[in-house]
């Protein structure tokens, strides 16, 4: 069970993987910590599964501080990991402030989507002493531009263009990538490669850990679930049952 992001590297050397898992409000956070689990991410996925937004493109600083500071006061183990949400980096002194504001409001660590195109921004934050999480591969950011959710490290530019930006950001000082839908081979090849723990989803089992959104683990978003994903409770099923079963209650309780 990780307690510091300092032992991320003796883990990665000694194993076992990391397991991370997403969280965006108080009682999941406490919940996942005191569960055991590694690292927590408060992901701008937040947008898509609290908020019912159609993707992570209309999430913004203001939304990540009120979840971050709410993941914060659940959790006293884990280290937390925030994102820096859509254009919430597009210059260095803009991804350093943001990154500062997260910090304050109880990130051990912040995270941003992008390779080679993204150093400037990633350094201005490293220089400044915040622990920075890479995500490369299939961008959930960039799904406009991309006109979908696409499986990256299919071709030879692919994989060469991947393999770069995770160098990149292993050299720049990244303690962790993310690295989401790629072709397993190029995964497990990046992670023998890096100094940095790799952490996979959609990316095959050869990662230094895996992160799974968490409704998906639990079943409580039954509208969406990715295939790679394996949901090991129904809460949503649960939810309609008891509701159900309160409101036959209530009607039946004045007759
Ligand atoms: O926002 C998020 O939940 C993420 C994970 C999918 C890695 O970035």
Known sequence: MLTSLTELSHRKQNGPPL???TAYDYPTARLLDEAGVDLILVGDSLGMVVLGLPDTTGVTM???????AAVRRGVKRAPIIADLPFHSYDTP??????????MEVGADA?????????????????E???????????LPQSVREEGGYKKKGKTPEQIEHIIADAIALDQAGAVAIVLESIVPDVATEITRRIRASTIGIGAGQHTDGQVLVTPDLLGSFPWFRPSFAKARCDV???TLRAVQEYIAECQVTKA
């Open 93 to 102: 002194e803009q991804a350093l402030a943001n990154a500062r504001r997260l």
């Open 128 to 138: 400044a002493g915040i622990p920075f999480v890479g995500h490369i591969g299939m």
């Open 19 to 21: 397991a991370v898992l």
């Open 236 to 238: 949503a099923g649960e």
């Open 62 to 68: 203001q939304m990540m501080l009120h979840h971050t």
């Open 110 to 126: 912040v995270k941003l989507e992008g390779g080679v195109g993204f150093i400037p921004q990633i350094k201005a934050i490293i």
